[in-house]
């Protein structure tokens, strides 16, 4: 099944992949990507996913294909310690990686101008594990042959009837099925763990689950000419505190102010008190708080939290990558932080600098 004790010794030993404090307050000094990017190239567990080569001032890609890189790496070390319906759904979290790949080989067959660069530098997935052979994936020339070779793949019945779709529209239905899919067969697999960790892992996913609806549907209402219908068929089930109940009267209300109201009254907390831009942002707080709680630490909550942490502090550190790029200030790129270590750490330095 699994071996926690194992698991949590590893975990423990691979706790430098979470950032620590003494990392936030050296890395909020740099003024320069290059200069983060030589910070993480020479630090232990990252060295490896890192090109070391490169001198120049990366762009924000190759810094996310690399750390994304790094999750996979973790996830597989994990399955190592595990088998039966434990190891299952850890391998059904790689699929959301591989998605991403699916996404780049999908928009470059329908691409008009084809990528300068070699769609495989920016893979992500787990060789180990995938599901899906890409080294023949990225020989297909069109969409007819792209889902043929996801036959006897858990994406081939979803998205066979995207052969339907207009051109312009396929990629976003097609990113829209995959996800649904990946979560669908996430929820299923997690009941199928002992009954404790069962119930922790619905609670964390199902909360998850519930952030990506209220950004889906709001910005679907706000944003895009798209359908109540279509808004509930593309919106995600088993979410935790939102049933499908709720989850009709977000989509079927007029109002966008009665809906934010909703939204925050269902989940409990405020995510709309500053501009549409910062909601992801205050999700992903209300998201990583939530794993953070006792009741989340325990079993499968520790695994599960260690990895949803990483890819939440890998959004950080993007965010103050871009934030140096384009010139912003301290303040500036603190208001897009998730992690109140960071912004601990940008206090620090404000103090060490008076």
Not at 162 to 189: C, G, N, P, V
Not at 244 to 256: A, M, Q, R, T
């Amino acid at each position: 099944m699994i071996s926690y004790q194992a698991l949590n010794a590893k975990i423990q030993g691979r706790k430098h992949i979470l950032f620590q404090a003494e990392d936030w307050n050296k890395i909020v000094k740099f003024t320069t990507p290059a200069e983060i990017f030589d910070y993480f190239k020479n630090k232990y567990g990252y060295m490896e996913y890192l090109p070391q080569d490169k001198k120049m001032d990366l762009h924000r890609g190759d810094f996310e294909v690399s750390f994304h890189r790094l999750i996979v790496g973790e996830i597989e070390k994990m399955l190592h310690y595990m088998s039966c319906d434990y190891k299952v759904f850890f391998k059904t979290m790689l699929m959301k990686y591989e998605i991403h790949d699916l996404e780049l080989i999908l928009r470059d067959i329908e691409s008009i101008n084809k990528p300068s660069y070699e769609i495989d530098k920016h893979f992500i997935h787990s060789e180990k594990y995938e599901s899906i052979n890409f080294k023949k994936l990225i020989e297909v020339k069109d969409f007819k042959q792209f889902i043929e070779q996801l036959n006897n793949t858990p994406y081939h019945e979803p998205l066979k009837t995207l052969e339907k779709e207009d051109i312009k529209d396929r990629y976003w239905h097609m990113e829209m099925k995959a996800s649904t899919t990946f979560y669908k067969l996430f929820t299923e697999r997690a009941k199928k763990l002992s009954e404790v960790d069962a119930e922790i892992a619905s609670r964390i996913i199902g909360t998850k689950i519930d952030c990506l609806n209220i950004e889906w549907i709001y910005r679907a209402k706000k944003y895009y000419n798209i359908s109540k219908e279509e808004m509930l068929i593309y919106s995600l089930p088993n979410g935790y505190k939102i049933s499908f109940g709720k989850l009709k009267k977000l989509i079927y209300v007029e109002d966008i102010k009665e809906f934010k109201k909703l939204a925050e009254s269902y989940i409990s907390s405020p995510i709309f008190v500053e501009d549409d831009e910062l909601l992801e942002k205050h999700l992903n707080k209300l998201f990583y708080e939530m794993l953070n709680k006792q009741e989340n630490q325990d079993g499968v909550g520790k695994l599960l939290g260690y990895i949803y942490k990483s890819e939440i502090e890998l959004k950080d550190l993007v965010s103050i990558i871009e934030g140096l790029r384009y010139g912003l200030n301290q303040q500036q790129i603190t208001q897009y932080l998730v992690n109140k270590r960071v912004e601990a750490a940008y206090g620090n330095r404000k103090n060490d600098n008076v």
